[in-house]
């Protein structure tokens, strides 16, 4: 099959190459000044291919909890939907994510097409590693690569901890880091714990992307939803002034007494690096830029150990469910006169601070005079700030099965303040119907 590609020869007689851009498409073209051009139609061929497998590493060697990915290159096919089997990485490293590429090549007037199955691993054992062979099955034939070996060393830690830039990005790991703010290291079970992601930089960073968070076990864990945009301010830390933006905040609510542990925020960020360009044609023939290059740039956050304690025994209230933060309990019903075997609706409201999602429903003992159906339940939750806050909402359906005066009784519930370390309890009125 014959394809046309079009080259284009440039000649020049001493005349000035003027940089300009095309107005869509915003890339670097050249205009000559009294510059004869001579267009001419090359053929090329696409042939066909012997079907190969390649695997590689980026980077071959990474520091304890930062990112790499394994490449599979799978030359002389287009096909996207291929599922490479790989061989078992969990006892050095914790897969992230998984994306495709594809490429096509000219070289000599023949074309080369290859696809790449790039998956995202985060190092969390050192150590020099071997991956096996990579077998793929594609076009009715199976491949497989050859093993490559990962090293993984101890954490180089930038200013702030956790693990700093690749040495090969050219970033110093005290330019570019990423902290994690605790707002508390001691609390009580169920107490919320602030924690902020803040990235310090000294560079130029054009964006940050997060591309690996753990999975934070034993907490219950709330996102608190950040403005559009990062919001920059300048900090002096160690002595030296850095830009500073939280790029993720969360709430967690630990489950349980223990040490718990904040598990690391691997986030990629785009730095803009000048280079020195040496000629003009570095410029046109894309070895530099007038703006510098983009370098992606992988860095990681320290964990954080949290100590939880477990809730005071003394003054434990019948009522207490677990609830950590303060409440307030109201009730109500649609009517207060209903015919027999007529459906009448109790709403409980909670409104509170703390875990309300976590919240357990309330107990109802209002006698064998009423049926009594699950309720429908509404929440809204408050994320705005690092205290949790909401509304909890319970409507039952209440069916009396007999005539004459009822009062439905108080409803209580009780928390645990963990600012005063004492219980405390809200109890609703009675309603008569």
């Known amino acids: 099959m014959l394809r046309h590609a079009l080259s284009v020869v440039l000649f020049t007689a001493s005349a000035p190459l003027v940089l300009d851009r095309l107005p869509c498409a915003g890339i670097p073209t050249v205009a000559l000044l009294s510059t004869a051009v001579r267009v001419s139609v090359a053929s090329f061929r696409v042939v066909g291919q012997e079907l190969q497998a390649r695997a590689t590493l980026s980077p071959m060697a990474v520091s304890l909890n930062q990112q790499f990915v394994l490449n599979i290159e799978i030359v002389g096919s287009r096909r996207t939907d291929v599922d490479p089997t790989l061989p078992d990485l969990g006892s050095f490293a914790r897969y992230l994510s998984q994306g495709s590429s594809t490429n096509m090549q000219v070289i000599n007037g023949i074309t080369t097409t290859s696809v790449t199955i790039q998956y995202r691993f985060q ?5 020099t590693f071997e991956i096996g062979a990579v077998e793929v099955e594609t076009d009715g034939q199976v491949l497989r690569t050859e093993p490559v070996e990962l090293t993984v060393s101890a954490t180089t830690a930038g200013a702030g901890g956790g693990s700093g830039p690749d040495t090969g990005s050219g970033v110093n790991s005290d330019d570019l880091f990423i902290v994690a703010e605790v707002s508390k290291r001691r609390v009580y079970e169920n107490e919320p714990v602030e924690v902020s992601y803040r990235l310090f930089t000294r560079v130029n960073v054009n964006s940050v992307s997060i591309v690996g968070m753990g999975e934070n076990e034993g907490f ?3 996102e608190v939803p950040l403005p559009q945009g990062l919001q920059t301010e300048q900090i002096v830390q160690d002595g030296r002034q850095y830009t500073s933006a939280v790029v993720r905040r969360i709430v967690l609510f630990p489950a349980g007494p223990g040490t718990k542990t904040v598990e690391p925020l691997s986030i990629e960020a785009s730095v803009r690096m000048q280079r020195q360009r040496r000629s003009i044609f570095d410029d046109f023939f894309g070895r530099s830029s007038l703006f510098g290059s983009q370098v992606p740039v992988m860095i990681t956050s320290e964990a954080a150990e949290i100590q939880v304690v477990s809730l005071p025994v003394d003054g434990l209230p019948e009522s207490f469910t677990g609830f950590v933060g303060r409440l307030d ?5 649609d ?4 015919e027999t075997n007529d459906a009448v609706t109790l ?6 601070e703390g875990n309300i999602q976590g919240l357990a429903a309330p107990d109802l003992d209002i006698g064998q005079d009423f049926e009594v159906f699950p309720p429908e339940v509404t929440q809204t939750i408050d994320r705005r700030e690092a205290r949790i806050r909401g509304i909890k909402t319970y409507r039952y359906v209440l069916i009396p099965r007999a005539p004459g005066e009822r009062t439905l009784p108080p409803i209580e519930m009780s928390y645990f303040d963990p600012d005063a370390g004492l219980y405390g309890s809200s109890v609703s009125e009675p309603l008569r119907l």
């Open 123 to 127: 190092a969390i054992r050192e150590g």
């Open 220 to 222: 219950w864990v709330e």
């Open 329 to 333: 309990i109201s009730t109500s019903i």
């Open 335 to 338: 009517r207060s006169t209903v």
């Open 347 to 352: 709403e409980v409201r909670i409104e509170g």
